[in-house]
């Protein structure tokens, strides 16, 4: 590990001694995980302590583990993962938080600490159906306003529920259940019969 990775390691023990519960360098990178009660305070001390000035968040995405490590996965279900930059001291960190609950996945928004928050968040939403508690505006980024579930869970069918189309009779998109055709997926064979080589 470079001495900067070190000192960077060092320094989140000392700032977040008590909130880390995992810790882990790996590819030149650090992770560090607490827990969802500790999400709102590690983040303020990320952001604002003087020797990590983590000022930036470059991305906010959401996971899904319930498939992880070939079914093998015995923790939570759902993440959010939380990229931090520090411009001024040339650092960066990952953070993981863990929802309590699988069912209804909530985590307090962080529009109030990095707002570049907001369209991340709202992603996680769309996407996974993770709640951001106090966003101030939570609501679909991708998916169409009548789009029924979360595509990116694992459960999710990956031919989806419905489709859209153009209907020329009515002269609108419509929306009806899939209905892909079977598909014969058996390879053609390519002969060289009949073929003269010369």
Known sequence: MSAKLEQLSAQLKLALSDLITQ???????????????????????????????????????????????????QGQRFAVV???LSVSLNQ???????ATDDDFPVFPT???VWPVANWFEREAFD????????HPDLRRLLTDYGFVGHPFRKDFPMIGN?????????????????SIELRN???????????HHG
Request: charged letters at 25%.
């Open 127 to 134: 996407l996974y159906g993770m709640m951001f508690e106090n």
């Open 82 to 84: 939380i990229h931090l």
């Open 23 to 73: 810790h882990v360098v790996a590819h030149g990178e650090i992770t560090i995980e607490v827990k969802l009660g500790d999400m709102m305070q590690t983040c303020l001390k990320l952001r604002d302590h003087a020797e990590l000035k983590f000022e930036q968040m470059i991305d906010l995405c959401g996971v899904d583990y319930s498939e992880y490590a070939d079914g093998q996965w």
């Open 110 to 112: 962080l529009v109030d």
């Open 92 to 98: 960066r960190v990952r953070l993981r938080v863990f």
């Open 185 to 195: 997926n058996v390879p053609r064979v390519i002969r060289d019969e009949g073929f």
């Open 162 to 178: 419905v489709e859209m189309r153009y209907d020329p009779v009515q002269q609108r998109v419509i929306y009806q259940p899939v």
